[in-house]
Every structure is written in C-alpha cells, then in structure tokens.
C-alpha cells in the first residue's frame, strides 16, 4: 500500500493564498481546496462543540479522502461520461440555476397573481385587428385607431356580436361572433388575460395588443369558482323536423329525463337511458376534473354555480342544437398557494409570458456588460432571411455553414452567431412581410435579452461561488452513488458465492440464543376455561392442534359460538409476552384471562442456542458484506493512487 504523503510545512499566516490553497492532490492530478474541503466538513459537523477541534477535522479528512478517490476512480472510469449521467446533472443544474435567472420579484407576481386567478373563470368575446409581423408606426395607428373607431359604435349602443361578426379578423368569429367562453388563468395569452381579467363585467376594454394584433375584449360575466368540478351530463338532440314546434320530441325527451332524476332515478341509470352523445356514453356522462371552456358557455354558467347533489333544468345550446341536464356530483377545491406552487411554475415557465419573469433581469444585465452588435452581419442575416423566403427554403446545414460570424458579442467572449439570430427570427416570423429589416430590428431587443440570460447562465459557477460548489457536490453525488451501486451494492446482492463465503466466515456473529416453539391458543369463553383446557390438554398429547378441534369442542360442549385459533411462533426471550410467561418451559401454560377472552400457551419444544442461517439473516449478512466489499474498495484505491494532503493548509482550518 501506497503511504499518504503528508507534506509538513511551517505554520503558515492565517489567510491561505490562493497560490497555495490546495488541501488535497490525487495522483499528482486530481486537486482538492480548502474550501471545498471546509465546505463539505462544516455542512457534515455543525452541531459538535468540537467540530473545529484538530481530532474531529483529521479524522473526517480521511473519509473525505475516501470520498474523493471514489469519486475520482468513478471518472477514470468514465461514468462521468454516460449520456445518464450528464443528463441527470444537467436538469439538476438548470433547476438549480432558475432563480439566478429571473428577478424573483416578477416571478412571484406572476405566481400569485396566477393562483388568485384561479378562482375567477370570466367569460369574454373579442374583436380582432390583425397586425402584420413587422408592423410599421402607420399599422399600429391603423389598427388601434380603427379598434377606437368599433369601441366607440358598441359604446352608442350597436351590437358587439354584429360588429364581431363584419369587422373581427379572427377567422372563427363569423360562426362564434367572437364569443369565447369562459376561461380561468394561464389559459389565453398574458396581455388578453389582463385585459379579460381587469374589465369589468358589461364593459369593453380599451384596445389590448398581443402578437395577433389589436383586440377589444367585452367580458360578460365573471364567475367565483373553487376549483374543478366533476358532473354527469345528459343530451338530447334536436330533430329538424321539430324545428319552430312548441313541444318537439327532443323537448318531451329531456322532461321525461328531468322528471325521471326528480323521482330519484339515479344519473347514471338516466344518463344510459337518455343520452344520445355516444362519446360520454361509456362513462355515464361523467365529466372529472371538469374546468371552464372544456364545454360552451351556458353548460359552464350552470354547472359551476350549482350544489353537490343538484339537478338542473333542462336548458337549450344553440351551439349544439341540443337539450341538456347537468347533475353535479362534487366540487373539488384547489390547493393552498404553497402545495399550488410548483404546478403554477410549471405552467407559468410553458407561457409566452413566463421571459417577463427574466426580462427585468435581462435589461439589468445589458446595463453591466459590454455588448456589440455587427451591423455587417446583422445585415446578412436579414438578406439570407429574405433569399430563404424567395427561395421558399428551410435550414439546413449548409445555410448555417455561411452564417457563423458574430452578430452579437458580450464582454468580447461570448459570441452569438448570425445563424442564431437567423434561427431566431425565423420563428416569430408568422407571416409573409416584404419589410425584413423592420421585422428584425423589431426582435432584435428580445434576442439580445435571451441572449444576455444565456450568456449570465453559462458563467454562474463564475459569479456565485455557493452556486458552484453546489453544483460540484451533486456532480460528486452522482458518480459516488453510482460507482457505489456498481462495485459494492450490487456485487453484494448478485454475489451469492461471495455472500455465503462471507457468511460461513462470519457465521458465529449471528446467534439464536434459547428459543422456545410455542403454539399460543386463543378462546371466546374464560366462562369454559376448565372444559377448554382439559379437551387442550388431550388433544395435545397427538404433538398437534387438529384443525377441526373446533368443530369438536363445539359439538362436545354443545356450544356453537366457541371459537379457538392458534399461532405458532418460535421466540427468544424477550420478545413474546405471553411465551415469556411460561418461563421457557414445556407443557400447557394459562397466560391471560379477561371477560372477552382467555389464552394458553403450549410449549412444545426449547431449542437450544444456535448459528442463525444465512436465509434468516440475509439482509444483515448483506449489509455487513457490503462493508466488507467497500474496505476492501478504498484499501484497494488508497494502493492504487498517490495520495498527498498539505499539512500547513489544514492548520489553517484547525486555527480558525
């Protein structure tokens, strides 16, 4: 075995160098700071009094020492380099590195403001004037003028619908006259919510912008809701040869359902009987997890302000040109904030608007570093952009091949591609515009921003210290458990050769002491004690209880509610109460007695102390061998690498 090295050097002043800092050097390769080191011990020894004192710190540095030529061996062996691997540490670096990358403040706006929404659903139709992509100062004014231009008509009293209908450039208005439905949050994009949301109901907001354009948005009710709802739902179609009949088959259809739910009929009977939507057919119309805009808009008026048990009237859809009865079945509540937190992230990080919780941040950042733009290459980019279109191309390799100039440059090291920005500008192109250089300039700040974000997230173990090491830790973590699972934890379950070897040399470890067989015989008649104990007694003598005996004794003492069960155990002393009771001794022992009932407990044999066998201690065996397994691991690498620790460092540790 290899001797560690220990390099004794002269006290040294209290501040280390960061010339000479290095506490740890494996192999003259593998390097090892103080500070991680100090790190690591103070987060594994905060509660001793003497956690500082020379006799603790020395005796951690050798299971530090053991931990880091774990972790070493693990990257010699490559496991470092396992797509599992750097996957794993990657998602928990991003999750890691989330709140260095938004500004906390708008992050938990949005949160908040996300989960107060929840309870709201709002019900809203909308009229639309479409922007082009890259809209000139002209278009803008165009549109909001003209959408100023249909507030003011719906404010003297023309219809909403009527104009939705002639004027909105949502392709769906004509059928829907710009109705939408009810929607909660995170369900339409950031600026039409906001606008839904802070309108009050009956009136129309001033013009609100989006990426589609320029919208009007009337909300005409808003509702309080809890949370999901789960109902049963049954329809019945209207046949063209009812319509403009008073009383039509469809109408009498839905009355008989209503009244047949009211005579106590239960739902799920009616809905089998009287649906005719075959798709909710098989699950009793039952709707789980229900939440506004799944259905249209009357069903969801009805259904979320109706009681658990209740029936509604039969009402009519011109939607579906169909009758309807909802009975609701149960109302589901949603979470406190904080259990709804890690879901509305989630969401929240899905949305377009999720880059405003990085935008503050971003612009912050632009002010602190020095950033270029190329113009040359920001030129070609907007001419490759232009000859893609004409040519009708995608990307492709050899498009990126002649973009890879800079278009962008921050602090003069991190260089952002022409190809890149190409990329980008291709994706919120959403249709065909003549003005290229418009519609780039118009992206430019949002690119610069991500970029920028990209740029702060790529030197964070630079700028944040704990954020490094933290991440160095699970990078360590990882490949310990793993080389861990595949040389010692696994071996020791695989290896019954090795197992049973160990176990026959260690067998005398694991001792029975004196046990006693027992069977422990338990009756519903203390009133019968004798009599039981007596029919025991010779039924016993066979060495045996026969499984009819209480059949038996029933029928001999005439008593049909006797019952007698038993349970065999085999115990040391100590671990059974009524077995100890009989002081380990053979025979027939009365051990407890009460009004309900009584227990004997017969001894049938003393076994003496024993070596336990490897079936019944497996699992200790196990453990012990994977100990085994691992001294043998670190005494193996301690031989294998070179080993040196800076005395004079760790003083320092020692004196603080």
């Not at 003259?28 to 500082?52: A, G, P």
């Not at 009050?200 to 589609?212: C, E, K, R, Y």
């Not at 799920?268 to 808009?297: I, K, W």
Request: proline share 3%.
């Amino acid at each position: 075995m290899k001797k560690i090295v220990l390099a004794f050097i002269l006290f040294l002043p209290h501040l280390i160098s960061a010339q000479n800092n290095i506490i740890l050097t494996i192999d003259n390769d593998k390097k090892v700071t103080i500070d991680e080191f100090k790190r690591i011990y103070l987060k594994n020894n905060t509660k001793s009094d003497e956690s500082m004192s020379r006799k603790a710190i020395e005796e951690y540095l050798e299971l530090f020492i053991n931990f880091k030529l774990k972790v070493y061996e693990a990257e010699k062996l490559g496991l470092n380099q396992r797509k599992t691997f750097t996957e794993e540490l990657k998602k928990y670096r991003d999750q890691l590195a989330e709140p260095f990358l938004v500004d906390q403040n708008t992050s938990e706006q949005l949160y908040k403001e996300a989960y107060d929404r929840m309870f709201k659903a709002v019900r809203a139709s909308h009229i639309l004037f479409q922007l082009p992509p890259s809209p000139k100062p002209s278009d803008t004014l165009a549109a909001y003028n003209k959408a100023m231009e249909i507030k003011g008509r719906i404010e003297k009293g023309e219809q909403f619908y009527m104009l939705a209908m002639k004027y909105s450039q949502d392709p769906s208005a004509k059928s829907n006259l710009g109705e939408l439905g009810y929607f909660s949050a995170m369900r339409m994009v950031y600026p039409f919510e906001n606008a839904a949301f802070n309108t009050p109901v009956g009136q129309i907001s001033n013009p609100v912008q989006t990426q589609f354009g320029y919208h009007l948005v009337k909300v005409s009710d808003v509702m309080d809701i809890e949370g999901p709802i789960d109902v049963h739902f049954i329809v019945v179609r209207e046949k063209k040869e009812d319509a403009g009949k008073e009383i039509n088959t469809a109408l009498a259809k839905i009355n008989t359902a209503y009244d047949s739910l009211k005579a106590g009929m239960a739902i799920e009977r009616a809905v089998r009987l009287y649906t005719e939507d075959q798709n909710s057919l098989a699950n009793n119309g039952l709707l789980s997890n229900y939440e506004p805009g799944r259905m249209f808009p009357e069903f969801d008026s009805i259904a979320f302000r109706m009681e658990p048990g209740t029936i509604s009237k039969p009402f009519y859809s011109r939607y579906n040109a169909a009758w309807f009865i909802i009975y609701m079945k149960t109302k589901h509540k949603h979470p406190a904030y904080a259990e709804s937190l890690e879901q509305i992230k989630r969401k929240v990080s899905r949305m377009p608007h999720s880059y405003l919780r990085s935008k503050t941040l971003a612009i912050k950042l632009l002010s602190e570093y020095k950033t270029t733009r190329d113009q040359k290459a920001f030129d070609v980019v907007v001419d490759s952009l232009r000859q893609m279109h004409i040519d009708k191309k995608t990307f492709s390799a050899d498009i990126a091949k002649h973009l890879q100039n800079p278009v962008f440059t921050i602090n003069d090291t991190f260089h952002v591609s022409q190809y890149e920005f190409l990329k980008f500008a291709e994706s919120k192109l959403k249709i065909q515009t003549d003005d290229l250089k418009t519609f780039c300039e118009a992206n430019w700040q949002e690119f610069v921003e991500k970029a920028v974000i990209r740029y702060e997230d790529k030197n964070l173990h630079l700028k944040y210290q704990d954020f490094a090491f933290t991440v160095k830790e699970y990078h360590d973590g990882i490949l310990l458990f793993n080389i861990t699972d595949s040389l010692v934890w696994q071996k020791a379950s695989n290896d019954t050769t090795g197992l049973r070897e160990f176990y026959n040399k260690t067998a005398d470890k694991y001792k029975w002491n004196e046990r006693a067989e027992s069977l422990i015989i338990t009756s519903n008649k203390p009133g019968l004690q004798k009599k039981i104990a007596k029919a025991l007694s010779a039924e016993l003598k066979k060495g045996v209880l026969s499984d009819d005996f209480e059949a038996k004794l029933q029928k001999q003492l005439m008593d049909s509610t006797i019952t007698v069960k038993s349970e065999k155990v085999i115990t040391e002393k100590g671990q059974n109460q009524f077995v100890d009771k009989t002081n380990f001794k053979k025979g027939l022992h009365l051990v407890n007695t009460d009004t309900n009932e009584i227990k004997w407990c017969w001894v049938s044999n003393i076994i003496p102390p024993s070596n336990k066998k490897l079936n019944e201690v497996r699992g200790l065996v196990t453990a012990e061998y994977q100990n085994e397994l691992e001294k043998q691991w670190i005494q193996s690498l301690r031989e294998k690498y070179k080993i040196q620790v800076d005395k004079s460092v760790l003083e320092q540790l020692i004196q603080e």
